[in-house]
Nanobody, 121 residues
């Protein structure tokens, strides 16, 4: 049975760091692109970062470039999102999803349930 479980969210002060994990079961993460998305209250879900399946290329939305890092541990079947220098505007529910292209949410075919990140000012 396939499952994606995000963890690592919580309350963090502005300027602090947090590491989110995306653990998969029932399929191999490295066979898919894995994207991190987030949705803040009253806003649409947006792409944050993505890591490709074969070459490991990474992509970031402009607002997190230089602050967030996506990585993959194939042995643990887990993808991470290292968040540093966080800002209050990073507050959102963060979702992990698998797909075949690093593109928008509609290109992802399986999602986790999300983990909440709250950044206090």
């Amino acid at each position: 049975q396939m499952e994606i479980v995000e963890s690592g969210g919580g309350l963090v002060q502005s300027g602090g760091s947090l590491r989110l994990s995306c653990a998969a079961s029932g399929f191999a993460l490295d066979s898919y692109v894995i994207g991190w998305f987030r949705q803040a209250p009253g806003k649409e879900r947006e792409g944050v970062s993505c890591i490709s399946s074969h070459d490991g290329n990474t992509y970031y939305t402009d607002s997190v470039k230089g602050r967030f890092t996506i990585s993959r541990d194939n042995a643990k079947n887990t993808v991470y999102l290292e968040m540093s220098k966080v800002k209050p505007e990073d507050t959102a529910v963060y979702y992990c999803a698998r797909g075949h292209f690093c593109s928008g949410p509609t290109t992802m075919d399986y999602w986790g349930k999300g983990t909440l990140v709250f950044v206090s000012a």
